[in-house]
Structures are given as structure tokens and as C-alpha cells.
């Protein structure tokens, strides 16, 4: 074994031991007197490499890693002006991740992505789908809302992109879906623009991408005419996760 393999272990083993209420452990000397453990701790087997790997320890790490952005200072400007940052929600293991662009003004203020009006189109077309707000993850390519709701400077996305491909490696979701063209070229690295993207299939670490509309442009006033179009690639979507679309049977 190795120092490496040690080293995940007993950090596992830390963060067991955490979760089961014991905060404290006596100091290497004398025999220390008896300590009560639970005894589901007591009794528990040294963690192996897919314990490490579980949903539950992937969770413990989505959790720190949002601490860590929390407390991020990489881009100087948005650290002057936002409210906090906003990290992401959803399950691990979801069958879908929707990456969006940068937090607004709600989500700075809420510290949720995806909340102000535009959030709520994209909560109807989640429920379109068949799925709950709570069943897919949900968050953007920025976690701090640029000032004026300008688009991401490259810099900025450059400094985020880590938290970003950390936070997709934890969550592993099935399918990915880019909403607008920001998300898309950022996620895949081109600089298509989306109506070329949108409709059909791209990959990003072997994960299917999906690119549609942002929920912004289909408010009245932008392009509503565009919720045929994404409609069609939520569809898309839902064949790709092997779900009938509600309301449609499945062809056999």
C-alpha cells in the first residue's frame, strides 16, 4: 500500500468518524482511558478505495469544495461586487447537470443559481421533462455574478474552470446540458455560436453534451418563437436518458 493509499484512507476514516459524532481523539502516550464509540464506528472496517468513491463521500467533497469557493479571490472585481458565491444544488449522481452562464442578481442574492425570472422558464421546462427543480444539478460557469450581468471575461472563466470540471467529476451526471452559447463555448472550448450548436450531441469527458437556448432569450421581448427549438432538444435529452417524454408513450 501506499503512502497515497494511506493517506485517502485515513482521511476517509477522519471524515466516518466526523459524521458519527466523535470530534476528538487523545493524544499519542500513555493507554488513553476507554473511549465510548458508537458502534456502528467501532465495529466499521477500515475504508476501502470504493467507500472513498461513494455517493456519501463525493457529497462530503461537493460540500468542502463549496467552502473552498466561498472563500475564493481569484478574480479581484467580482470578489469586490458580489453579494457571495453561488455554488451550485442538485443530487450526485443526477441524471442531468444544466450549465448556465453567471449568477444575476437574484442568485447573488439568494445564492442559488438559476432563481430570477429566467430561472423560473427553466423550472417549467424542468417539469416539462418529467423531473423535479431537485432532481438535476443545477449551476454555471461562473460562481460569482459579474458586475452588471455582463458576460464572463475570459480570465474569469479561466479561473473558475477548475471548480467546474471538480464539481461535474463529483456529481457525475448522465447527460450535460449547456444552456446559451456562453455555457456551451466555454464548457466544449469553441466559439461556434449556439444556433449551429444547439440539436446536437457533443462530449465532454465521455459525458453527452447538449446544447439548447439559454431560458433568458425566451422571454417575451427576446426570441420566444425558440421554445419550439428547445423543446425539441430537451426531447433530445430525454430519449438520450432512455425517458418517455410525459404525456407520449414510448415507442417499444
Known amino acids: 500500500m501506499t503512502d497515497a493509499d494511506l493517506t485517502r484512507q485515513l482521511q476517509a476514516r477522519l471524515a466516518s468518524l466526523s459524521a458519527a459524532g466523535v470530534e476528538w481523539a487523545p493524544k499519542a502516550g500513555a493507554p488513553p482511558a476507554t473511549i465510548a464509540l458508537p458502534a456502528e464506528v467501532a465495529h466499521a472496517e477500515a475504508p476501502s478505495v470504493t467507500d472513498a468513491d461513494s455517493p456519501a463521500q463525493r457529497l462530503i467533497e461537493l460540500n468542502l469544495l463549496a467552502e473552498r469557493v466561498s472563500r475564493c479571490d481569484r478574480c479581484p472585481e467580482l470578489v469586490a461586487t458580489r453579494t457571495q458565491t453561488v ?62 450581468n455582463r458576460q464572463p471575461k475570459p480570465a474569469e472563466a479561466d479561473n473558475c474552470r477548475e471548480f467546474l470540471d471538480r464539481t461535474l467529476e463529483l456529481v457525475r ?80
Open 173 to 252: 451526471p448522465k447527460v450535460i446540458v449547456c444552456w446559451g452559447g456562453v455555457a456551451a463555448q466555454n464548457l466544449l472550448g469553441t466559439k461556434v455560436g449556439i444556433t449551429k450548436m444547439r440539436g446536437k450531441w457533443y462530449s465532454y469527458r465521455d459525458v453527452p453534451v447538449l446544447c439548447t437556448f439559454h431560458p433568458a432569450s425566451l422571454l417575451e421581448g427576446r426570441s420566444p418563437q425558440n421554445k419550439k427549438e428547445v423543446w425539441e432538444d430537451m426531447k433530445m435529452m430525454l430519449a438520450k436518458l432512455g425517458r418517455a417524454v410525459p404525456g407520449q408513450r414510448r415507442e417499444t
Open 87 to 148: 455554488f451550485g444544488v442538485g443530487p450526485i449522481d443526477a441524471e442531468a447537470c444544466f450549465v448556465g452562464e453567471a449568477p444575476g442578481s437574484d442568485e447573488d442574492r439568494q445564492g442559488e443559481p438559476f432563481v430570477g425570472i429566467a430561472g423560473q422558464l427553466l423550472n417549467k421546462i424542468i417539469a416539462a421533462c418529467g423531473f423535479r427543480r431537485q432532481d438535476v444539478y443545477i449551476c454555471n460557469i461562473l460562481r460569482c455574478r459579474p458586475p452588471g
